[in-house]
């Protein structure tokens, strides 16, 4: 630090000098107070140093001296150096920086080094207001009124604060008290008379007016609303350029839009999440909320965006007319012809045959439809008068009957029943002696002729005279389920499900002879059933129907019925539409000449299907099941190929009650009057009429 | 045998197919020589919407537009008028640069206006074709009518003034009418549907609260449709206000004005006109009318007093509609039921006989205007409301707080929702459900 203090001292000690020299000028020129503050300064400045200095200053503001004291300090710099307004540079290499007032040279001051430059302004706070005057070669100390003074200067101001740029004025010459005008000329004779070239620049402007050279702006024209639509009752269409679309209406609001909609349609928290999630354009447009009231309901945010949407949706989306089908679903219901116009069909039971004690397993009507025969589960066989509902005969069999048949020739009354693993064929003692006698004849089996039969059927069925009932006894192998008659009365089938190859048997009865069929057998065989006027055979397997040509010995068709297991088949009177009936409670329409799946599927039972039937003469069809309910649907065929069948449900028939599960087990038509036989599990046959 | 370039065009053979039939955006442009911002103004106003070509012969990404539908553009007047805006503003813009403030002045009062009518006329050839798309007119016009006008936004305040107005006009007529059919509050805001002339209309009114005009929207779009439905939704009620024998623009109490209540003002503004006309023409009914209006305008001015001479000046427009047994408002309701319909006859009567008052909280614009349309009488509290509080007559005040102070015995206390509901089933619902702060 020592070198440093030293050169500090050093200009100290010079400027000291300087300042004595220049004292004595200074005394000698100017004024009074401020001479006395100035010496004062000089003295006091190497004695206390550079800090001190400043704080000089500060007290000489503070006593009130300073205007003056500025304006003498910058008469004293004045006189140091007289080398008057000459460029600086001249003294660059001199070792003086000019001549004081006595002539004698002013040296220059030692220059401190830069480093020790540096070091001082660091350690003095004052630097920023010191400037190095070139011309007197020191450094001058601005004070705090010639910064601010300077801070003025460089605002455009005027440099002392109390002068005002825009003072009052003071109108010195007194106006009120004036007798003369201040010029004693006449008023000039213009002042008196129109001027001529205002006339005649009136003039030309009329004239250019009258010409149509000048034209006014027109007055504002208010174009407010009137009557536009006055007589629009002409036009009748629109008659614009191009076809008209109107745009699409918006979607009304739906619940979902309520502020206090129903609970179901705010979504959850997760919900709200997951639409995070989505695609922008997947995301719902408006999340329902809920407010309780309607004070709390918020201005809806999106309004604004959802009336620009529309906005761009009305000018930027094509406008096609989109040829939608527009279809009333009423209209594409079939057109049903009234239950009315479809009489008459059976509505209401009439009578109930009363005797059996086990459920009725199945019935027959005789062709002339005067009687009808029963078969139960509890070993018996009945005969009943349909008009009247007497029981005409019974045969106890002895064991729980599958199924019974009229033979269909009028003149032939016996009756084909399956009982376990039986068949037979009994006598039912109705008709004239003659027509006995040809049935007698027919029912007697020689007991040599069952030997030579070919050789597989002749062990599958043995043909028996049984003379307990007076009829044929047919012995199978296995539980025969059903027995269809041919149409002639001559022909019988037999179905055994369990008889594998041998499951569907034909008998010829008047030779008492057992046919295999010739075909492979596909499925477990549930029924079998003649044409009613070809030589056409129908199976009835599981899943499907097959169709054989029983002359040609060929198969003909397959059916599909897409039903899990069916358990009944009818074959239309006409031959060429039939329906099965299935397990799971469908009925299935096929019409043969239109394909082989099925042409309608009715699925109106919950329960099973035990039996479906046609009517021989009427347009009638009937299904019966497990569900205690008989249904008859009208099944119009007509006779032109290009019309579908019509199938018009008519009516349902109830009153059969349940027992172990199982409903009506079979269902028979009148073959001439539109009635129904129903047999029941609850041990009754009810005939429903029209 | 070359085979021929699938699209070679021999020269001087025309275009055909989706070619000649349609040109995409950008050389309708060009053809029209104008720039895309007008050519969408004009979309707009002549309701022209890009059409889909079966072939898209320049690109799936183009937009297409039926040649006919440019030429039509092209020989619209509207397009030399906008040709003529654009110098005129360009003239503008050269005076104000050179200081020319008066000629600048001049120069924008003279700016050429484009004319809607004639394209409303155009667009809409029956006035039922007008009814028909006015949804959406409506719609926006309501929602203008809310905005707050916002110069950086470029909704100028008489935009928005004169939308409200439009919006209370047009309500002021279905309320008279009695044609409002449904209303239903949704979160969105209001909807109404009102049935004019075998027209089913529906539009939205937003709550009445400060919407927000959001930045991703494009206003000016907006703007140029309420170009034209703003003189639409004018000219259209100009129509029905002549149907009913009223002028059009009606003249409104500037006191009620200034008290926001424009509906209310507009509707009596209705009842005083229409009762008007046929004093005029039937001499007698008027002259018993105005012995009435005599005896009961002393009675009147003995219980209010105090009421300043405005309101005793509105009392008198109202009460021919009070009286119940003024001939004239019989032979005015007899004229008039041969015309109405069964639906407009039972909403009027809905709520024919009950008195309303609706409380502070309750939304008031939306009740002013559907209690009136089915025939109830209503006030509200604040100034200028035909009937205080304390009127005895009240049967149902309307409230939406959680409870009630002070309760008259008179009247039951309802949720706003009571009226919508009662209103959309057509009978007047039991109040049970819609008790105070339920």
């Given at each position: 630090m020592s070198p440093t203090k030293q050169n500090e001292e050093d200009p100290h000690v010079s400027d000291s000098d300087t300042d004595s020299t220049y004292e004595d000028s200074s005394a000698a020129d100017d004024d009074d107070g401020d001479s006395f503050g100035s010496p004062s300064e000089s003295e006091s400045e190497p004695a206390a140093g550079d800090d001190s200095e400043p704080d000089e200053h500060g007290e000489s503001d503070s006593s009130g001296l300073h205007q003056e004291e500025s304006d003498s300090s910058e008469d004293e710099v004045a006189p140091r150096n007289t080398v008057g307004d000459v460029p600086l540079h001249w003294y660059d290499d001199e070792p003086h920086i000019g001549y004081d007032i006595k002539g004698k040279k002013i040296k220059k001051k030692d220059k401190l080094d830069k480093l020790g430059s540096f070091l001082a302004n660091v350690d003095d706070s004052k630097n920023w207001r010191k400037v190095y005057d070139e011309y007197n070669d020191e450094e001058v100390e601005l004070t705090k009124d010639e910064v601010k003074l300077v801070r003025r200067l460089l605002k455009n101001r005027a440099p002392h604060a109390d002068f005002n740029p825009y003072p009052d004025y003071v109108d010195w010459f007194k106006w009120d008290g004036a007798k003369h005008p201040l010029s004693n000329a006449p008023e000039p004779k213009r002042r008196f008379i129109p001027s001529k070239w205002e006339a005649k620049k009136v003039v030309q402007y009329v004239r250019a007016i009258r010409k149509g050279l000048i034209t006014f702006d027109k007055p504002k024209e208010e174009d407010g609303p009137y009557l536009l639509w006055e007589d629009d009752s002409g036009l009748t269409e629109k008659s614009n350029h191009l076809a008209y679309i109107p745009a699409p209406k918006q979607k009304l609001p739906g619940n979902?839009?309520?502020?206090?909609?129903?609970?179901?349609?705010i979504p959850t928290q997760e919900e709200i999440n997951s639409y995070q999630l989505m695609y922008e354009e997947d995301r719902p447009k408006f999340i329902p909320k809920r407010f309780t009231s309607m004070r709390s309901i918020p201005a809806y945010e999106n309004a604004m965006k959802d009336c620009f949407e529309r906005c761009l949706d009305l000018y930027l989306c094509p406008r096609v007319r989109k040829k939608?089908?527009?279809?009333d679903p009423e209209s594409l219901k079939p057109k049903l012809p009234s239950r009315k116009e479809l009489k008459p069909y059976p509505t209401s039971c009439y009578i109930e045959y009363k005797g059996h004690e086990d459920a009725v397993t199945s019935i027959s009507v005789e062709p002339s439809g005067q009687w009808i025969a029963s078969g139960s589960s509890d070993g018996t066989v009945r005969i009943w008068e349909v008009e009247t509902g007497r029981c005409l005969r019974r045969w106890d069999v002895g064991e729980a009957v599958n199924c019974v048949a009229w033979?269909?020739?009028?003149?032939?009354?016996i009756l084909a029943v399956s009982l376990g693993q039986d068949v037979l064929i009994l006598n039912t003692h109705l008709g004239d002696d003659e027509e006995q006698k040809k049935i007698k004849e027919l029912l007697s089996v020689d007991t040599s002729t069952p030997s030579d039969d070919s050789g597989n059927s002749a062990t599958s069925v043995r043909w028996l005279q049984d003379d307990k009932h007076g009829g044929i006894k047919l012995k199978f192998f296995k539980t025969v389920t059903a027995v269809e008659w041919h149409r002639k009365g001559d022909y019988f089938s037999t179905v055994m499900p369990a008889g594998e190859s041998r499951a569907v048997l034909i008998h010829h009865l008047s030779k008492k002879l057992t046919q295999k069929l010739p075909f492979k057998l596909h499925g477990l065989a549930v029924r079998s059933t003649f044409h009613p006027s070809r030589s056409i055979f129908f199976i009835c397997t599981k899943q499907s129907v097959r169709v054989y040509d029983l002359l040609k010995r060929k198969f003909i068709k397959k059916l599909d019925t897409g039903l899990r297991e069916a358990s009944s088949i009818a074959v239309h009177p006409g031959g060429d539409n039939l329906i099965v009936g299935s397990k799971e409670g469908k009925l299935c329409w096929f019409d043969m000449d239109l394909s082989s799946k099925p042409y309608k599927t009715l699925?109106?039972?919950?329960?099973?299907?035990?039996n479906v039937v046609y009517h021989r003469s009427y347009p009638l069809f009937a299904s019966c099941s497990d569900d205690c309910n008989a249904y008859v649907f009208h099944g119009m065929v007509y006779s032109d190929l290009n019309q579908n069948p019509l199938i018009v449900p008519l009516e349902i028939l109830r009153g059969h009650t349940s027992s172990d599960g199982r409903g009506i087990l079979d269902c028979k038509f009148h073959p001439r009057q539109p009635w129904l036989f129903t047999a029941g599990a609850d041990k009754l046959i009810k005939l429903y009429c029209h | 045998m070359v085979k021929a370039v699938k699209h070679y065009r021999p020269p001087g053979k025309k275009k055909e197919g989706n070619a000649a039939k349609f040109v995409t955006r950008s050389q309708a442009l060009k053809q029209l020589q104008i720039n895309l911002p007008l050519f969408r103004k004009l979309c707009i106003l002549k309701g022209v919407t890009p059409r889909e070509p079966k072939k898209k012969f320049k690109g799936t990404h183009q937009t297409y537009y039926h040649v006919k539908d440019v030429a039509f553009l092209h020989h619209e007047p509207l397009l030399e008028i906008h040709r003529e805006i654009r110098v005129h503003e360009r003239k503008i813009k050269k005076a104000e640069a050179k200081k020319n403030l008066e000629r600048a002045k001049r120069l924008r009062e003279k700016t050429p206006k484009p004319k809607i009518d004639r394209i409303i006329r155009q667009r809409y050839p029956r006035f039922v074709d007008a009814l028909g798309e006015l949804d959406d007119c409506l719609s926006m016009v309501h929602l203008f009518a809310a905005l707050p006008a916002a110069e950086s936004k470029k909704i100028d305040i008489e935009c928005v003034h004169k939308c409200r107005r439009l919006a209370h006009e047009w309500q002021a007529f279905i309320s008279r009418t009695h044609k409002l059919r449904k209303a239903f509050v949704s979160v969105k805001g209001i909807y109404y549907q009102a049935e004019v002339e075998g027209q089913k209309i529906t539009w939205l009114t937003p709550h009445s609260l400060q919407q927000v005009v959001s930045d991703d929207v494009d206003v000016i779009t907006m703007l140029n449709f309420l170009q034209l439905y703003e003189p639409l939704l004018g000219f259209v009620n100009f129509r029905l206000y002549h149907s009913i024998n009223l002028k059009y623009p009606p003249i409104l109490d500037p006191r009620l004005e200034a008290l926001a209540a424009d509906l209310y003002a507009l509707s009596r503004y209705a009842n005083a006109n229409v009762n008007a006309v046929p004093s005029v023409v039937n001499s007698e009914a008027s002259q018993v009318a105005e012995s009435e209006q005599g005896d009961a305008k002393p009675k009147r001015d003995d219980i209010e007093h105090e009421k300043s001479e405005l309101r005793l000046a509105q009392l008198q427009h109202q009460l021919p509609t009070n009286e119940p047994g003024a001939l004239m408002q019989l032979v005015e309701e007899a004229a008039s039921e041969e015309e109405v319909d069964q639906d407009t006859r039972e909403c009027k009567n809905l709520f024919k006989d009950l008195k309303f008052f609706l409380s502070r909280?309750?939304?008031?614009e939306s009740l002013l205007f559907v209690i009136p349309a089915f025939g109830g009488i209503v006030s509200w509290e604040g100034e200028g409301a035909p009937f205080q509080e304390s009127d005895q007559s009240i049967t149902h005040q309307i409230v939406d707080r959680d409870s009630q102070g002070h309760k008259f015995l008179s009247r039951e206390y309802v949720q706003p929702q009571w009226v919508f509901d009662s209103v959309n089933a057509r009978i007047i619902l039991p109040t049970v459900d819609y008790m105070v702060g339920r």
């Open positions: 979902e839009e309520s502020y206090n909609p129903p609970l179901e349609y939608r089908l527009n279809i033979n269909p020739q009028p003149d032939v009354h699925k109106c039972h919950p329960k099973d299907i035990n | 909280e309750v939304p008031r």
